[in-house]
């Protein structure tokens, strides 16, 4: 059975930093597409990053704009985790971030895995 564990979630005032991490197991997902999507209150779920599997066999990173130059999404296959490091954090990045991860290359549509979410609250 495919997890997603989330953990590094918390509190932190605006201007701050977190990195959130997630672990998978069940089946590797090398080769396959890993990142992270968020959902604030009231709000639906919005893509926030993703690593996808290129044909020149390495991982490209996709970022939402509302984040780019802030957030940073990397991959270690040999932990079959996922990585998201947030700096110049502001209170509209409060949210629950869920970790997902596909079958295929990359995501087209809705992820195949969902974690449980880890909760991220920014201070003003």
């Known amino acids: 059975q495919v997890q997603l564990k989330e953990s590094g979630g918390g509190l932190v005032q605006a201007g701050g930093s977190l990195r959130l991490s997630c672990a998978a197991s069940?089946?590797?997902?090398?080769?396959?597409?890993m990142g992270w999507f968020r959902q604030a209150p009231g709000k639906d779920r919005e893509f926030v990053a993703l690593?996808?599997?290129?044909?020149?066999?390495?991982?490209?990173?996709d970022l939402a704009d509302s984040v780019k130059g802030r957030f940073t999404v990397v991959r270690d296959d040999a932990k079959n985790a996922v990585y998201l490091q947030m700096n110049r954090l502001k209170p509209e990045d409060t949210a629950v971030y869920y970790c997902?991860?596909?079958?295929?290359?990359?995501?087209?549509?809705?992820?195949?895995?969902w974690g449980q979410g880890t909760q991220v609250t920014v201070s003003s």
């Open positions: 997902v991860a596909s079958r295929w290359a990359t995501i087209t549509t809705t992820p195949d895995y």
């Open positions: 069940g089946r590797s997902f090398s080769s396959s597409a």
């Open positions: 690593t996808s599997w290129t044909a020149g066999s390495t991982y490209g990173a």
